[in-house]
């Protein structure tokens, strides 16, 4: 039993247990009373802390520092799993089940984490796409940038994953430097606070970056203005009801929303009952049944199968379906739990009654099912139903209601245009997967039902020992979906960190680019260091530091010594006549990856020094033929600088090579690993 302090809001840096007045929390296992939830904090207060305390906090830490605060949490969470473990069985969650939420969710933190470290800059401006060049001589240019929205991130989560719902949204706001309130589902919201207790101890986020709000959110929603985002998990008609209210309308409040959906899965036409992708099908719809008792968003609610294996098919999982042991969730060997609430199986029951006019069950009985361990009516226990639609063309109901459980329908297709058909009649879902062997399938279904779909998952022979399972959303993937399954997108790898942010198209001169993003960009100051800047470390190079080299002339003797020594006897390096032939060259040519070589042999400083390693080279073009005769040099920017561990950095420099007359001949971006170590010889 839980005492009431497990119903506590944490704002403004304290917990406020909450009252006797609202609604009891019983757990899904016992029925029993676990607490009650009453009362609404001061929302509006919580709200101008966030603000003023939390946001600022967060953006005085560039993009790098949130990255390793958030690598923090995860690890400090890890370190507690064994307790909210303990506290998810009482939400129904067997210890699997238990492990998609809090591992899922702590996984998602550690890719944040590492997203943030690898592909954000060690700064506080997110540049976005490409420098655009707006004027004829470089002198005025555009990049679009975001910048941390300066409000806050308002979580409204569902009961079905109180802790990945909770670091899903909670991961990429931090990253941006947004400040959370938290509003979990009552009914498991008790877990949401265990994890948000941890984090709050830890001291790892700034003072008012996490409030937790337990039970109702009073006028918050009104009181939200441009600067704040609302992200919305649950059911398509609170999301219609709370995403329409005009002050939110008014105010332009960004609000996303990732609500049920009618998810289909499709087994190909290429497979037949007996191979490998037939048990595939069987076992990832299977495992969508009956993972947390069929409470997920991205669920099979409906399966599409041929019409010569519909029996099979039916067969196979009724099967499966028989052998699923449901019992107490802390039993080793339950492999289905109970759903969250008595009140959410009554809603199942009936959703089910309404699917009964158009489907038979062929598996099932949502009234009885045997449980070991626990009382089969105390406790949410019901067994998985599966039906068969023999109609879905004709059919609405299976098409449009989602019953939040252990249910699936089968239903039989002709042809691969008439599936694709099916899945689109869910109006627009979260997931559709298709178990085929054949791309052009795969092809297919992409072009038919992309558009309905935010996510399209094939598996087969090949990928399945490796693949994540139909109803995983991975953080680099986007989850969410057009439609009925609310329109918006989450995760997504840094689109869900941009989605904080607000973009903003910056233009200028080249100097002001590069003084706003950190970047050199062409045409910005350049200034010659002290010494040669592979002498000079990682922390002493400034941003536009640049050498000029002396030039050195390319000769037919090099072009051919280097053919010879490479063995890259191209025509247009070797063959004047056919040289010229070619509409590119007017002569035999310097290789390229000689100019390159000529360019590392200028600009090198070949002691020992901070310079570690040359590690890649990003968009290299080669814009001049260069002909015997022809003398190259080199000009070596700093261009952009991440420290990437405790003992180097990357530095980017730009490198560009140019000929007698001036004329661009290549360019390119050159990475290295440098020391923070002391300067030599500067
Ligand atoms: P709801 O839509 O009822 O609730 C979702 C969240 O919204 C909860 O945190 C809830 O809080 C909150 N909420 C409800 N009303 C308000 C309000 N007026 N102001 C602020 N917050 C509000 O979904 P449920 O979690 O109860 O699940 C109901 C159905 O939703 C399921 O049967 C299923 O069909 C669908 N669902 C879909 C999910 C998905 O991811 N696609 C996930 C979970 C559910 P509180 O709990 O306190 O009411």
């Not at 129904?92 to 943030?116: E, H």
């Not at 099967?319 to 969730?329: D, Q, S, Y």
């Not at 200034?527 to 000079?536: E, K, L, Q, Y």
């Not at 080299?549 to 280097?562: G, K, P, Q, S, Y």
Request: include cysteine.
């Amino acid at each position: 039993m839980l005492d009431q302090d497990h119903f506590s809001s944490y704002a403004m840096g304290h917990w406020l247990r909450s009252d006797s007045s609202g609604r009891q929390v019983r757990s899904a296992v016992t029925g029993e009373t676990l607490g009650v939830l009453g009362g609404v904090p001061d929302v509006a207060a919580m709200r101008d802390y966030a603000k003023s305390h939390g946001g600022p906090a967060l953006r005085a830490l560039n993009f790098h520092d949130r990255a390793r605060m958030l690598k923090a949490l995860a690890l400090h969470l890890k370190a507690h799993r064994k307790a909210l473990y303990d506290l998810s069985f009482l939400t129904g969650a067997t210890l699997a089940d238990s492990q998609i939420d809090i591992d899922g969710g702590i996984g998602t933190l550690l890719v944040y984490a590492s997203k943030g470290r690898r592909e954000m800059p060690e700064g506080f401006v997110l540049p976005d796409g490409e420098l655009e060049v707006l004027s004829r001589d470089g002198s005025f240019l555009g990049q679009h940038v975001l910048t941390p929205r300066q409000g806050i991130s308002l979580q409204i989560n569902a009961f079905n994953f109180p802790v990945w719902g909770m670091l899903e949204k909670l991961a990429p706001s931090l990253l941006a430097g947004v400040p959370s309130l938290v509003k979990p589902a009552s009914d498991t919201g008790y877990l949401t606070q265990a994890v948000v207790r941890l984090i709050a101890d830890s001291g790892i986020l700034p003072d008012g970056a996490l409030q937790l709000i337990m039970g109702a959110t009073g006028d918050l929603l009104d009181c939200l203005d441009a600067q704040d985002t609302v992200g919305f998990t649950g059911s398509a008609a609170t999301a219609m009801a709370l995403r329409s209210r005009p002050s939110l309308l008014q105010n332009a409040v960004r609000f996303t929303s990732e609500q049920d959906s009618l998810n289909g899965s499709v087994l190909g036409p290429d497979i037949e009952p007996g191979s490998a992708e037939f048990d595939l099908f069987i076992t990832e719809v299977h495992r969508e049944m009956t993972t947390k008792a069929g409470q997920k968003c991205t669920a099979i609610r409906r399966i599409m199968v041929p019409e010569a294996h519909l029996q099979a098919v039916t067969a196979a999982l009724s099967e499966r379906l028989a052998a699923t042991k449901i019992g107490h969730p802390a039993q080793k060997e339950t492999q289905m739990g109970a759903l969250v609430s008595q009140a959410q199986r009554e809603d199942v029951r009936g959703k089910l009654q309404l699917l009964a006019g158009e489907c038979d069950v062929v598996f099932g009985d949502a009234q009885h099912c045997v449980v070991s361990g626990a009382d089969a009516k105390e406790g949410a226990f019901m067994s998985p139903v599966l039906l068969n639609c023999p109609d879905p063309d004709a059919a609405k109901t299976v098409h449009e209601i989602e019953a939040f459980g252990p249910v699936s329908t089968v239903m039989a297709y002709r042809d691969v245009p008439h599936a694709i058909s099916l899945l689109n009649k869910g109006g627009g879902s979260l997931v559709a997967s298709v178990i085929t062997h054949d791309p052009q399938v795969a092809r297919q279904v992409v072009l038919g039902a992309g558009a309905f779909h935010g996510r399209l998952y094939f598996n087969d022979r090949v990928s399945q020992a490796e693949s994540t399972g139909h109803g995983a959303p991975l953080p680099h993937m986007v989850h969410g979906g057009p439609g009925r399954a609310g329109g918006s997108e989450e995760l997504g790898g840094l689109r869900g960190v941009k989605h904080f942010m607000q973009r903003s198209a910056i233009q200028g001169s080249p100097d002001m680019l590069s003084a706003i993003t950190g970047i050199w960009v062409t045409g910005a100051a350049e200034h010659v260091g002290p010494a040669h800047p592979f002498t000079r470390s990682f922390d002493a190079l400034q941003i536009g530091e640049t050498l000029h080299t002396a030039a050195r002339e390319v000769t037919l003797a090099d072009i051919e010594h280097f053919a010879e020594f490479t063995g890259d006897r191209f025509y247009a390096h070797m063959d004047a006549e056919a040289a010229k032939a070619n509409p590119f060259f007017p002569d035999r040519v310097a290789h390229g990856y000689l100019l390159l070589s000529f360019a590392a042999g200028l600009f090198v400083e070949p002691s020992p020094g901070p310079v570690l390693a040359n590690t890649g080279l990003n968009a290299l073009s080669f814009q001049k033929p260069v002909v015997a005769g022809d003398c190259i040099s080199v000009q070596l920017t700093v261009k952009r600088k991440t420290r990437r561990t405790e003992a180097y950095g990357e530095v980017r420099w730009h490198v560009a090579l140019r000929n007698q007359d001036r004329d661009l001949v290549a360019e390119y971006e050159l990475l290295t690993m440098n020391s923070y170590g002391e300067t030599k010889g500067a």
